[in-house]
């Protein structure tokens, strides 16, 4: 059964951090490009992050540039978004997509699977 599972959302305070966790089971995410997603209520799912299959390459929507890191490890078949100085704005639903376009598509229909969402809410 192809599965993927977000961890890692909850409460932090303005300027604080978290980590999230897109974990895969039933396929390997090395032949998968992974995309961080962020769904705010009302809104439609935008990308925030990806990390390509072919090559490692990394993409950041700029509104997160210089603030979170996405990264993979094959081994763990996980991939992880290190998310630095939050603002409110980043609250949303977070989700993780795997897509067998290697390009990191921005557009969430480009993406195969996907991970049931983990809440980040950013609030003093």
């Known amino acids: 059964q192809v599965q993927l599972v977000e961890s890692g959302g909850g409460l932090v305070q303005p300027g604080g951090s978290l980590r999230l966790s897109c974990a895969a089971s039933?396929?390997?995410?090395?032949?998968?490009?992974i995309g961080w997603f962020q769904q705010a209520p009302g809104k439609e799912r935008e990308a925030v992050s990806c990390?390509?299959?072919?090559?490692?390459?990394?993409y950041y929507a700029n509104s997160v540039k210089g603030r979170f890191t996405i990264s993979r490890d094959n081994a763990k078949n996980t991939v992880y978004l290190q998310m630095n100085s939050l603002k409110p704005e980043d609250t949303a639903v977070y989700y993780c997509g795997a897509s067998i376009d290697s390009s990191c598509p921005a557009a969430a229909l480009e993406y195969d699977h996907w991970g049931q969402g983990t809440q980040v809410t950013v609030a003093s």
């Open positions: 039933g396929f390997t995410l090395d032949y998968y490009a």
């Open positions: 990390i390509s299959s072919s090559d490692g390459s990394t």
